[in-house]
């Protein structure tokens, strides 16, 4: 049988990611080439670049960055892989991704509905997010600090390709729902509840903090042929004038099982 492609396994998409107020603000320019660039409204994201980066860490010098994206744990402190690096090995066995509906009212059906993080004990609703007229793609909103965003255009959870999922880290209110993301390590669970009934769990394969100035664009949001899930925050220090911070936190994940 011929493999069916998504629109994103048609064409390698180019996000760029930048946060705002204790959240993620997602940069996607569709297929690096045919949507517009997104921006959350603090500063500017550079793109992916071909050749490895050092990255200046204060007090600390400089370092070269490793080649894979790290397995996280315990104490274990989140550096950023090289750009050029791919997305981290499956912890578990792949299994096949969830065909996409073939139907127009069974992809109406076929959407995100809620995920739940045992580790870190995250129970939240999905929401849609989209980019607006001027080209920024939307978070969760503020007064709704326990949902988290699916963005509507990337593979619906179990499907083929990077499935992408935000959320804010912290609101003036208090910590919101990925405040423990940064805990996450290589083998921990994620699942991901559809409207259509069906149940999809992904197991994390690595996790990194980038900074905003150097984000993992292909590494991130590159087309695979397995079903694969990305949940991002912000991380690194808060600049309470810009509100804004350095640092993106990022878990990938591939799916491991599904039911339904």
């Avoid at 998409?13 to 921006?39: C, D, N, R, Y």
């Avoid at 550096?79 to 069974?106: E, G, M, N, S, Y």
């Amino acid at each position: 049988m011929a493999e069916q492609k998504t629109p994103m396994q048609r064409a390698l998409p180019g996000l760029l990611v930048a946060g705002s107020l204790g959240g993620v603000g997602l940069v996607m320019v569709s297929l690096l080439s045919l949507a517009p660039p997104v921006q959350d409204g603090s500063t500017p994201l550079a793109a992916a670049k071909d050749q490895p980066t050092k990255v200046e860490v204060s007090n600390a010098g400089a370092f070269v960055l490793p080649a894979t994206v790290g397995p996280g744990g315990k104490n274990a402190p989140l550096t950023p892989a090289r750009l050029d690096a791919p997305p981290p090995l499956a912890a578990l066995p792949v299994v096949a991704p969830i065909p996409a509906p073939k139907t127009r009212a069974a992809k109406v059906k076929a959407r995100p509905s809620r995920i739940k993080i045992p580790k870190i004990k995250v129970n939240a609703p999905v929401g849609a997010v989209t980019v607006n007229i001027k080209g920024k793609l939307g978070t969760p909103p503020l007064s709704k600090p326990n949902q988290v965003g699916w963005y509507r255009f990337s593979p619906v959870p179990g499907e083929a390709g990077p499935s992408i999922i935000n959320g804010h880290v912290a609101t003036r209110k208090g910590p919101a729902v990925f405040d423990r993301l940064r805990e996450l390590a290589k083998g921990d669970h994620i699942y991901v509840y559809r409207s259509d009934g069906k149940v999809t769990r992904y197991t994390v394969s690595g996790i990194e903090q980038a900074s905003k100035t150097s984000f993992p664009t292909n590494r991130v949001y590159g087309n695979t042929n397995d079903a694969q899930l990305r949940l991002i925050t912000c991380g690194g220090v808060y600049n309470k004038t810009a509100h804004s911070y350095t640092d993106n936190i990022v878990v990938y994940a591939t799916l491991s099982k599904k039911k339904g």
